[in-house]
């Protein structure tokens, strides 16, 4: 197994040339638990999505280890996604095994059969035949933690998988990246609840654009650090020329 599961090496993602995260350098261990935190608009979901391979990089690179290749799974934040497309649960579920199956590649009665499993695991038995137009939000974010689940990939990324649920459903939820923790998963989560952190994960990385902190969780989350953070934030200027590093 290599020694980082990912390697960020200077990276900079720009949106129309000026910087959402801004020359970033450092390190995820194999089976580490990550929380993405700080102030809004601080390139926290720009760094999720360059690392799902879904932004290009403006300078510097992404190294992800051999054994994560294609077994990368992306959560973004409801707001991003039509629920209005007449999809039933079981069938939003069963395109898990797409990575694996192919778009055309045959769901059969064994894989619908784990889609069934993976939908009782994160309690939501019984609901195979309802529309996703039909749920609540909470009961929506625990139909696509069912279809990571069948996803079975080893570097999982989140954004903002808490935001606007129930209490009950952040529990149950949690429970699930605790579970794939435990299974040797990494992780890497964008929140906002700085006690859910603190609560529950590890390492933590601080971001303003450029990382103001990252590693062990209490040390990242220290005052002064969320001080910065708030200032770097408060000196950003939208006008400022493009960088010219990038």
Same mark, same amino acid.
């Given at each position: 197994?290599?020694?980082? *599961?990912?390697?960020?090496?200077? +990276?900079?993602?720009? !949106?129309?040339? !000026?910087?959402?995260?801004? !020359? #970033?350098?450092?390190?995820?261990?194999?089976?580490?638990?990550?929380?993405?935190?700080?102030?809004?608009?601080?390139?926290?979901?720009? %760094?999720?999505? &360059?690392?799902?391979? $879904?932004?290009? *990089?403006?300078?510097?690179?992404?190294?992800?280890?051999? /054994?994560?290749?294609?077994?990368?799974?992306? %959560?973004?934040?409801?707001?991003?996604?039509? $629920?209005?497309?007449? +999809?039933?649960?079981?069938?939003?579920?069963?395109?898990?095994?797409?990575?694996?199956?192919?778009?055309?590649?045959?769901?059969?009665?064994?894989?619908?059969?784990?889609?069934? /499993?993976?939908?009782?695991? =994160?309690?939501?038995?019984?609901?195979? $035949?309802?529309?996703?137009? /039909?749920?609540?939000?909470?009961?929506? @974010?625990?139909?696509?933690?069912?279809?990571?689940?069948?996803?079975?990939?080893?570097?999982? %990324?989140?954004?903002?998988?808490?935001?606007?649920?129930?209490?009950?459903?952040?529990?149950?939820?949690?429970?699930?990246?605790?579970?794939?923790?435990?299974?040797?998963?990494?992780?890497? &989560?964008?929140?906002?609840?700085?006690?859910? =952190?603190?609560? !529950?994960?590890? @390492?933590? +990385? +601080?971001?303003? $654009?450029?990382?103001?902190?990252?590693?062990?969780?209490?040390?990242?989350?220290?005052?002064?650090? #969320?001080?910065?953070?708030? @200032?770097?934030? /408060?000196?950003?200027?939208?006008?400022?020329?493009?960088?010219?590093?990038?």
């Amino acid at each position: 197994m290599s020694a980082n *599961a990912i390697r960020i090496v200077d +990276l900079t993602v720009t !949106h129309q040339r !000026h910087p959402a995260v801004h !020359h #970033l350098s450092g390190e995820l261990a194999p089976g580490s638990l990550t929380a993405v935190i700080g102030p809004n608009g601080a390139g926290k979901s720009s %760094l999720l999505e &360059a690392l799902a391979g $879904r932004l290009p *990089a403006s300078a510097g690179r992404i190294e992800i280890a051999p /054994e994560l290749a294609g077994r990368i799974a992306y %959560l973004p934040q409801q707001s991003h996604i039509d $629920r209005s497309f007449p +999809l039933g649960v079981l069938d939003l579920v069963a395109l898990g095994h797409w990575p694996r199956r192919g778009a055309f590649g045959a769901i059969d009665a064994a894989l619908i059969a784990k889609a069934r /499993e993976a939908l009782a695991a =994160v309690g939501l038995a019984g609901f195979e $035949r309802r529309r996703i137009g /039909e749920l609540s939000v909470g009961q929506f @974010q625990r139909v696509l933690f069912a279809r990571l689940l069948l996803q079975d990939a080893q570097l999982i %990324l989140l954004d903002e998988p808490f935001n606007g649920i129930d209490a009950r459903t952040c529990a149950d939820l949690l429970r699930v990246v605790q579970r794939w923790h435990g299974e040797g998963r990494t992780v890497i &989560a964008v929140l906002h609840d700085m006690e859910l =952190v603190r609560e !529950h994960f590890p @390492q933590a +990385l +601080l971001l303003a $654009r450029e990382a103001v902190a990252w590693g062990p969780t209490a040390q990242v989350l220290h005052a002064e650090n #969320l001080f910065r953070a708030r @200032q770097m934030a /408060e000196r950003w200027d939208e006008t400022a020329p493009v960088c010219e590093r990038a």
